[in-house]
């Protein structure tokens, strides 16, 4: 069969046209790609829904992506809640089964701030400030064992975290973060401002102590 194949596409080169085999080949030039040398000034159009990256990435691009298609985490509230127990509302709410959050350390290095950029173009994925001032990561992505009544499918087998989490850390009270990072550019503002505040602090210890002597 191999040879039959080779040999129909032999017969068929011998038999083509050499003017249409020019003109052929002419197209293809004219259609042709250049080469790749350096950054293309005029560098096509992403395509919907396609990031456009060039030398560094376009962080006002990568927000309005990243906002679109992003799970809600806010949390369902009910008529006559003010009259509602922690526990009557907990046993209707599944608003902690809705994403997980992971301990950080704070990005005292340019590598770990690169990487927590890197987490944050990421869909479903934020980082925020504790009232205690610890960072942590928030990963928006629901329970599988959540029914879709809102109930646990496996409440006699559910894991010891979920056991122990108590009612007072819920984030329904509004009290879970001083500082939300959902895009680079956010938490790039806040570590600039910081660092502002923290230079000016140092600039008046340096200041006192000199003053001092």
């Given at each position: 069969?191999?040879?039959?194949?080779?040999?129909?596409?032999?017969?068929?080169?011998?038999?083509?046209?050499?003017?249409?085999?020019?003109?052929?080949?002419?197209?293809?030039?004219?259609?042709?790609?250049?080469?790749?040398?350096?950054?293309?000034?005029?560098?096509?159009?992403?395509?919907?829904?396609?990031?456009?990256?060039?030398?560094?990435?376009?962080?006002?691009?990568?927000?309005?992506?990243?906002?679109?298609?992003?799970?809600?985490?806010?949390?369902?509230?009910?008529?006559?809640?003010?009259?509602?127990?922690?526990?009557?509302?907990?046993?209707?709410?599944?608003?902690?089964?809705?994403?997980?959050?992971?301990?950080?350390?704070?990005?005292?290095?340019?590598?770990?701030?690169?990487?927590?950029?890197?987490?944050?173009?990421?869909r479903n994925v934020e980082i925020y400030i504790d009232h205690d001032k610890t960072w942590a990561i928030?990963?928006?992505?629901?329970?599988?064992?959540?029914?879709?009544?809102?109930?646990?499918?496996?409440?006699?087998?559910?894991?010891?975290?979920?056991?122990?989490?108590?009612?007072?850390?819920?984030?329904?009270?509004?009290?879970?973060?001083?500082?939300?990072?959902?895009t680079p550019a956010e938490m790039h503002a806040y570590l600039d401002r910081n660092k502002k505040k923290?230079?000016?602090?140092?600039?008046?210890?340096?200041?006192?102590?000199?003053?001092?002597?």
């Amino acid at each position: 069969m191999a040879k039959k194949s080779t040999d129909t596409a032999t017969k068929k080169g011998a038999n083509s046209s050499p003017k249409k085999s020019a003109k052929t080949t002419a197209k293809r030039k004219a259609t042709a790609k250049p080469a790749a040398s350096g950054s293309d000034p005029n560098p096509a159009p992403p395509r919907k829904g396609e990031l456009n990256f060039t030398a560094r990435f376009d962080t006002n691009q990568v927000d309005q992506l990243k906002t679109s298609g992003e799970i809600d985490l806010t949390f369902p509230r009910f008529p006559h809640e003010k009259q509602m127990d922690q526990t009557e509302i907990c046993l209707k709410c599944h608003g902690c089964c809705m994403y997980i959050t992971v301990p950080l350390d704070y990005p005292r290095s340019n590598e770990q701030k690169d990487l927590y950029t890197w987490y944050l173009l990421h869909r479903n994925v934020e980082i925020y400030i504790d009232h205690d001032k610890t960072w942590a990561i928030i990963f928006k992505t629901p329970c599988d064992k959540l029914l879709a009544n809102g109930m646990c499918g496996i409440y006699e087998t559910r894991p010891q975290l979920c056991r122990d989490y108590s009612p007072d850390s819920c984030s329904r009270v509004g009290k879970d973060h001083m500082h939300l990072f959902q895009t680079p550019a956010e938490m790039h503002a806040y570590l600039d401002r910081n660092k502002k505040k923290t230079s000016k602090k140092a600039a008046k210890k340096t200041s006192k102590k000199a003053t001092r002597k």
